[in-house]
């Protein structure tokens, strides 16, 4: 079958998005395809991104989440693995039973990716996963989407491209392009670097106003601080036989820290809050605390949250207790968005000149 969309897939740390466009036409027609996943036990909703997270559900809980196409048709993944929303604010109730970050675990050469070990350090009663199957899994369940938005155009018919970072090793890219086709992406589909797809998108929005800025020769710096990853990335404007094109020249180290070092922050923060109350907290609570963290962060600087009336000016955390004190024993407190803003702005990025350098103690 020809094809009739190109299809871009963002794969990310911690939210996946899939774009498209008709290849029949020479109008840059983007759309994002809404991805139908569960909220909750009982609900789904089509969101615009699709939160990078696996929950692996108990026997007690499985049928709870029901996706439109496993309705009429056998589940396209495990039926106990929950992807998406659901799954995302479960990592704060059972953190034992949610992967996160499987993407970073792709590129950690110490670890056998195909070896079933997340949630990491989980109890033996979980049945763990790899970070290579939970990658097809995501990969799985956007293909289920498109599939299911689609039916006379199935994803293993189209032009498809799946971004992967810049610092990526060949492992870790052959791993990625092992899921997808597990996942049912055609075997002709194109890897390319986040980086070089972020220069293409500026360079088609901008229109030809970007030949006034730039000519060959020129240098751009891409910056891409991500859920889990920073990567940067040197790229050169170069020109053969009047043609412009792109050359990567630098790449820097993969440096694993993103968005999720930010929630770490905000987690030791609220950890020595709650210590000083008498709190003391154990390595699950800690993981759980992490999470609720990240929501929080989310909710109180999110974009529409900077003015108005409806402004939200703190977001209570709360820790389950474990054991017979599970809802007894819940430990909670407020973060005041003022306060999220000052450590993430000031404290851990903290305002320095340009030839500053770290000095080590």
Known sequence: MTARYCVGIDLGTTNSVVAYTPLDT???DLSLLSVPQSVAAGQVESRDSLPSFLYIAPDSEAAAYILPWQQTAAATSPAHHIIGEAARAKAAQSPQRVVA??????????VDRRAAVLPWQAPDEVAK???LAAT???LRHLAAA???AHPDAPLADQAVVLTVPASFDPAARDLTREAALAAG???DLVLLEEPQAAVYRWLQGTGEQWRQELKPGD????IDVGGGTTDLTLVRLTETDGNVELQRKAVGNHLLVGGDNMDLALAYFVAQRLESKGHAMDPWQNVSLWHACRAAKEKLLAPNNTAGDDQKQSHTIAVLGRGSRLIGGTIS?????DEAAELLLTGFFPNCDADARPVRD
């Not at 970050?101 to 110490?110: D, E, Y």
């Not at 240098?219 to 891409?222: A, C, H, P, T």
Request: hydrophobic share 40%; net charge positive.
């Open 136 to 138: 097809a899994a995501y």
């Open 333 to 337: 407190t407020e973060l005041g968005r």
């Open 185 to 187: 992406l055609p075997s």
């Open 26 to 28: 020479d109008a840059a």
């Open 101 to 110: 970050t499987a993407k970073s675990w792709l590129t950690h050469s110490r």
């Open 219 to 222: 240098s751009m710096l891409v």
């Open 146 to 148: 498109w599939n299911h």
């Open 129 to 131: 996963v790899s970070p």
